[in-house]
């Protein structure tokens, strides 16, 4: 009884939040300076992870080398910056297609 009733709070405050995303929305500037730190935060929290994942992975890529994830994350960039035109689906793609490969080769 008491689990759902956490999972009926957490609920009810992730859609109190998105409703008041969907309120919120419409009176946002996206030119004024608190939409463009917000976006800044948010590019920094990308970078700071993706420099978390290819210097101290954990799980199942804890088990790949430090070249294969670098290469693997040079292949996206290339991928999404030049190849695809900032197609983030492809960009990713071609990251885990090239993690696959490495690893095959590695372990053969």
Partial sequence: ?????????CGATTYL?????????????????VFTWVGCVAWAMIAGLTMRILLMP????????LPERAIGCAVALLCYFVL???????????????MIVLTLLHRA
Avoid: P, Q
Wanted: proline letters at 0%.
């Fill in 17 to 33: 939040w998105r409703a008041l995303g969907v309120v919120l929305s419409g009176r946002v500037r996206t030119d004024s300076a």
């Fill in 84 to 98: 695809s035109r900032r197609n983030l689906f492809l960009g990713v793609g071609s990251a885990f297609a090239t």
């Fill in 58 to 65: 954990a799980g199942v890529l804890a088990e790949t080398t």
């Fill in 1 to 9: 009884m008491a689990e759902a009733l956490i999972v009926a709070i």
